[in-house]
Every structure is written in C-alpha cells, then in structure tokens.
C-alpha cells in the first residue's frame, strides 16, 4: 500500500473505476445497466464518477449483473468501507476550498508529486510563518478570517507531516522559478528561514528541488501545477485557480503536463546547482 492508513478520497474513486471497468467488460452501456438495475442512468454515472457513494445494496446488486465471483465482491465492499472513513483534512475542511480538500485525499495516497511553481515556495516545503504571510497576502481577495487563517497555517503543516515523514513517502519532485526565491513574504528574517528550510528540505533522499533561473530558457508557459502518480489509480493534475481549483484527468491531456514538468526539469539548474543559488540568495536576505 502506497500509505499506512490509506486515502478514503482514492478509495472512492477505485471503487467508481473498478465498477466502471467490470461493466465495460460486460459490454454494457450505463443506459442498459439502469435499465437491468431500475435505476437512472444519472445514478451509474454519478456512481462510477465517484460523485455518489454507493450503498452496500447497490454494489450486491451490480456484483450480481456483472456477475462478479465472491472475491472480487468482497474486493468491492471493502472499498466501500475504506471509502466513508474520515480523512484527516476533514478535520480543516470548514478552512478549506472543496477542490484542494478533494486534492489532499488524492495526495495522500500519491506515489510521486511532481510540481512547477513560479510564484511561491510550495506548500508541502513551506515554513510555518512563510505559510502564514503567504495566506495573509490572499486576505484581501479570498476574505479569510483570523481563525482561518490560523486552520490554513495548521493544516499545512499536518500535511507536510503526512506527505513527507511517513514511512513510506511520495517522490517528491518540484521546481521553482529563480523568482520564488526573491518575492517577498513577511519581514527578511521570515524569507531566510523559509530559504534555509528549503534547503534542508531538499536533502531528503526522496526530495528533489530545481531552480529554473531567470536568465535562462524558459520552456512552458504556464502557471503552477501538481501532477500525481497513483498505484491502482489513473494520473491527476491539480490546477489552483483565483477561485477554487480544477483536475486534469483526461489521459493526453496529463501526459502534455509531464511532457511540460520534464522540460522545466531538464531546463532548470541541477540538485546541486539549485542549492548554490538558495544558499546565494540566503545571503542576500541578510
């Protein structure tokens, strides 16, 4: 298992995948299933969609169509009931937009987190009071409130927790513009924390940070991005909007993104250039 306790957000989706695929291997439309079923059409696909949880009932009953033996059966109604187990960003989602509390259930079952940043020290590698100016700097657009902002600070450092120091951790992968290292957040000594923090950060066996310097090519022309890699789950990229967030799920439309990841990869400063520049930069907040 690629987490000790497992995200009940990627459960959720296997469970609409896996009973997507034995229809599909049935060679039933959604349309004909409902019929056989006396359901909606709506209700197959908001099940396989992973947009209505299915009841134990409902899940006998496409086994039984689909006539799947008992062990993949009980394969099913397992899902199911990791699936309504209580995630630990639920405990923030009151703070949280949908979409990134959607992302964080996805994360946290990740094998690989693979991200491009130009305007920020990404969360997962922030410190605790660089994440608190870069949450106050949003304030006056997204109207969050001293105790959200606080929830916010707090729930980032659970994941970085979670992400980076469990046992058996993602891949984590990330490059940065040269810029992210001189764009102010709070008072100087807050940005050479931060820069030392990432620093440390980045000598983690399973830590990988580039720096894309400004005098350099630049290969994408786009904004931040995450793209996970999953186990027993199809890719995702997470796209963090003004307003709420969107997944790319469509398969060319992923590969185009780690097509784009790889270029920035290949065109950044190496491992050990990249901290060079960190350690420069440091110097410079003094």
């Known amino acids: 298992m690629p987490s000790e306790q497992g995200s009940p957000t990627v459960r959720r989706l296997r469970l609409g995948q896996e009973l997507r695929l034995l229809r599909e291997r049935r060679k039933l439309t959604g349309a004909k299933t409902a019929e056989r079923l006396g359901w909606s059409p709506s209700k197959v696909s908001r099940i396989e969609s992973s947009k209505t949880m299915p009841s134990t009932e409902d899940i006998e009953a496409m086994a039984r169509l689909f006539k799947v033996d008992d062990e993949k059966l009980d394969e099913l109604l397992g899902l ?43 969360g997962l590698l922030q410190t605790e009071d660089y994440a608190r100016e870069v949450i106050l700097a949003t304030r006056g657009i997204a109207r969050i409130t001293h105790s959200g902002v606080r929830s916010r600070v707090e729930a980032r450092l659970d994941r970085q927790q979670r992400v980076l120091h469990r046992s058996d951790p993602a891949e984590v992968s990330v490059v940065l513009d040269e810029s992210v290292l001189t764009r102010r957040f709070g008072e100087p000594s807050v940005m050479r924390e931060q820069l030392g923090h990432l620093l440390e950060m980045s000598l983690l066996p399973h830590v990988s940070v580039q720096v894309l310097p400004l005098d350099g090519e630049h290969p994408v022309n786009t904004g931040a991005f995450v793209h996970l890699k999953f186990v027993d789950l199809d890719d995702a990229v997470y796209l963090e909007l003004l307003y709420g967030a969107r997944f790319v799920e469509a398969l060319e439309l992923v590969a185009d993104y780690e097509q784009a990841f790889e270029h920035l990869r290949a065109t950044a400063l190496s491992e050990d250039e990249s901290r060079v520049l960190v350690q420069r930069k440091i110097m410079q907040w003094r």
């Not at 699936?83 to 690989?112: M, V």
Request: glycine share 6%.
């Open 80 to 122: 199911l009931r990791d699936a309504d187990q209580r995630g630990w960003w639920e405990d923030y989602e009151d703070a949280l937009p949908s979409e990134y509390t959607t992302f964080l259930g996805l994360e946290a079952e990740a094998i690989a987190h693979r991200g491009w940043e130009p305007q920020l020290v990404p």
